[in-house]
């Protein structure tokens, strides 16, 4: 039986993944076929995740519908949401434009298929069961009008590929373990063994390597949504000629701590984390999982 009152997770799986040549949301990385998603579905439901919501594209609905409504089923609630390029005001429909409207964008899309408190992640990053459970812990002991949000941090050297530049937010954080501001880095790239981000105009400066980074592991109440619409209105107004530009989860959350009526707290696990942004971080990641269910960590069959 599927308990009711248990958060959400919400899954930001409408990338193309342009830089890993295709829908690494849907790739497999074991032998048995498992999606990096796949393990923290599996984590999440441990840690007592009760529903999952999707946030996908039309154009691969059915695919992905097949991959994982079998494997949740009785086990928890499952909602889909699409984040379509035309899923903004006709004004600022273009039909030039090919990528996405940004994390921030897919968040909002989420607002109606949720009433509960929730986490979001990425479908292509592997944060670890500890990561979750934290995540959990502290979801369920908020009242869903509170206005208390949280992340969990990671520090960017263990975050980093080695075959290309990633996007990351850089995160400032107080004494008491509260965020103050975090901006998107939309490139960060090992050169030399340093690494080194892109400033606004496009110039390399340094970036330290125990910088605190945000992977998108956000735990809101769905007082959240009450941020992020107008600043959205703002941003497609301001930015409806670049067709690439795009609205990300940091802007909302700093808009969330420029009102001074909600916090974030920065939550901290051990769990280790591993992505794939390019092709070639997909050796690494397959080993790193494949060792993972040799210590019994998952069992060979997650499902």
Same mark, same amino acid.
């Given at each position: 039986m599927i308990e009711k009152n248990k958060p959400a997770l919400v899954i930001l799986a409408a990338g193309m993944g342009?830089?890993?040549? /295709?829908?690494? $949301?849907? *790739?497999?990385?074991?032998?048995?076929? %498992?999606t990096i998603i796949d393990f923290s579905i599996y984590d999440a439901l441990q840690a007592g995740f009760g529903k999952f919501v999707f946030i996908i594209r039309k154009s691969f609905e059915k695919e992905f519908k097949e991959?994982?409504?079998?494997?949740?089923?009785?086990?928890?609630?499952?909602?889909?949401?699409?984040?379509?390029?035309e899923n903004v005001p006709k004004a600022y429909v273009n039909p030039d434009r090919k990528k996405p409207w940004g994390t921030g964008h897919a968040l909002l899309m989420a607002k109606d298929a949720i009433s509960e408190n929730f986490a979001i992640i990425n479908a292509d990053d592997f944060y670890g069961r500890e990561a979750f459970e934290v995540m959990a812990a502290s979801l369920a002991k908020k009242e869903q009008t509170s206005?208390?949000?949280?992340?969990?941090?990671?520090?960017?050297?263990?975050?980093?590929?080695?075959?290309?530049?990633?996007?990351? /937010?850089?995160? $400032?954080? *107080?004494?008491?373990?509260?965020?103050? %501001?975090?901006t998107e880095r939309t490139h960060i790239e090992k050169i030399n063994g340093e690494l080194k981000r892109k400033d606004g105009k496009g110039n390399f400066v340094a970036i330290d390597?125990?910088?605190i980074v945000s992977m998108n592991f956000w735990g809101f109440t769905p007082k959240c949504f009450e941020f992020g619409t107008e600043l959205f209105m703002?941003?497609?107004?301001?930015?409806?000629?670049?067709?690439k530009s795009e609205f990300f989860i940091p802007s909302v959350v700093n808009e969330i701590l420029k009102s001074g009526k909600a916090t974030v707290e920065?939550?901290?696990?051990?769990?280790?984390?591993?992505?794939?942004t390019y092709q070639e971080d997909k050796p690494i990641v397959k080993s790193a999982l494949s060792q993972l269910k040799e210590e019994a960590v998952y069992p060979k069959n997650l499902w």
């Open positions: 342009s830089r890993y040549g /295709g829908l690494k $949301q849907m *790739d497999s990385f074991t032998p048995e076929g %498992d991959i994982f409504n079998k494997k949740l089923e009785g086990k928890a609630e499952v909602a889909y949401v699409y984040q379509e390029l206005y208390d949000f949280n992340m969990m941090a990671y520090l960017l050297k263990n975050t980093v590929s080695d075959h290309g530049f990633v996007s990351r /937010g850089e995160c $400032q954080v *107080d004494k008491n373990g509260y965020l103050t %501001d975090v390597e125990d910088t703002q941003f497609l107004e301001e930015e409806k000629s670049n067709l920065v939550l901290k696990s051990n769990a280790k984390w591993f992505g794939v």
